[in-house]
């Protein structure tokens, strides 16, 4: 079983609509990430949290340590979001800065 | 503008011949990464080094080699005992508890 499980694998959605991508974890974290890979393949990091809920534009991330579980919400979808969102997390008594990804989420988003 | 430079985009090579990576950083980070996607699957790490001079195997370094003679430079050779080398590669860096940049990836098929 992946430490890092996302879900859905692929999403198709209109524009306008609220989408909600989430992932589960299994191992005990210090920091969850939410990152964006563009058709291109280069990967922008969105959030890193560990607690709570962040914001940043339409995006907003949560997360609940106690579930192992977090979500990225996109409000008011654009063409322009669709790309793969990859969560990752590094793990706690990881060496360095291990992250342990998730195998991501294809968002198409359709005008 | 800071970033991390991936070269070439795209590489071929026939099997059986060593062929490197580069990696080149102006971010003036001290921890450098490289991670393969394939297909389906999440990131996995190959290599990272955390200072210059040193580094270390990640999860699949077998048929993987790198050095670390600078601070801002951190190649991958992909060896002929990599048995799978055709992937999506990735470089990133980071600098203490901050989210990872990533360059825009090197895209290998070996025939």
């Known amino acids: 079983k992946n430490e890092v499980e996302q879900s859905p694998q692929n999403l198709t959605a209109q524009e306008g609509e609220f989408i909600t991508i989430n992932c589960s974890y299994s191992v005990g974290i210090s920091a969850l990430h939410w990152l964006q890979q563009h058709p291109g393949g280069g990967i922008v990091s969105l959030f890193m949290?560990?607690?709570g809920k962040k914001k940043h534009g339409r995006l907003i991330a949560t997360i609940n340590i106690q579930e192992k579980h977090s979500s990225l919400h996109i409000t008011a979808s654009h063409p322009r979001d669709s790309a793969v969102y990859i969560c990752?997390?590094?793990?706690?008594?990881?060496?360095?800065?291990?992250?342990?990804f998730g195998s991501g989420t294809q968002l198409t988003v359709l005008p | 503008d800071g970033g991390i430079t991936q070269s070439p985009k795209y590489l071929f090579r026939k099997e059986g011949q060593n062929v490197t990576l580069s990696c080149e950083q102006n971010?003036?980070?001290?921890?450098m990464y490289w991670y393969r996607q394939d297909p389906g699957q999440g990131l996995r790490l190959i290599y990272y080094?955390?200072?210059?001079?040193?580094?270390q195997k990640g999860d699949i370094a077998e048929g993987y080699s790198v050095s670390r003679e600078k601070k801002e430079s951190f190649p991958l050779t992909v060896t002929s005992a990599q048995k799978n080398p055709t992937a999506f590669y990735l470089c990133?860096?980071?600098?203490?508890?901050?989210?990872?940049?990533f360059g825009n990836g090197t895209r290998l098929t070996v025939t």
């Open positions: 080094s955390q200072i210059v001079n040193d580094f």
């Open positions: 949290l560990s607690s």
């Open positions: 990752a997390v590094t793990i706690s008594s990881g060496s360095a800065r291990q992250l342990t």
């Open positions: 971010l003036n980070h001290d921890a």
């Open positions: 990133a860096s980071s600098q203490d508890i901050s989210p990872l940049h």
